[in-house]
């Protein structure tokens, strides 16, 4: 038997057109994909921050913070409300009216008045019920909520 000469095998193969025209047509897809992407974000109606003209009468709503503590003591933007009254009496006659003075001021300055109420997390749900009697006492509607934090 005869064999082969492995020498006679290694020579040049000269160019190879195949892996070249594959490589063009992966090369085509890409751009032909691109291209349209391109055309989709002109497409886009978006507008760009800059500046906008601000109206000088920009209503800003009056806030007002009412928080109860643990203790059920309610405080109106860090002032005591009815600490003559007895904590376990339901109604808060100081409170309902500087809510009521507050709701009237808003009303002639033509602003909203926001208030929030901030409660601490053991504090009873009565309290906040009391509470919010005095808003609605005050015909107060805008109203959230929210819990004191442990620092």
Do not use: C, W
């Amino acid at each position: 038997m005869r064999r082969l000469d492995d020498s006679l095998n290694e020579g040049n193969l000269g160019f190879q057109i195949a892996p070249m025209i594959d490589v063009v047509f992966v090369i085509m897809l890409f751009f032909m994909v691109m291209a349209g992407a391109v055309k989709i974000e002109k497409e886009l109606n978006t507008t760009l921050p800059g500046s906008a003209e601000v109206q000088p009468n920009s209503d800003l709503p009056d806030e007002q913070t009412i928080t109860i503590s643990d203790t059920g003591e309610v405080a109106l933007n860090d002032q005591p409300m009815d600490t003559s009254v007895p904590a376990d009496t339901h109604q808060l006659p100081e409170l309902a009216g500087a809510l009521t003075r507050l709701k009237q001021n808003a009303d002639a300055a033509k602003t909203q008045l926001m208030v929030t109420i901030v409660s601490d997390q053991s504090a009873k749900y009565g309290r906040t019920v009391d509470v919010l009697d005095a808003l609605a006492q005050a015909q107060i509607s805008n109203v959230t909520f929210t819990v004191n934090e442990e620092e």
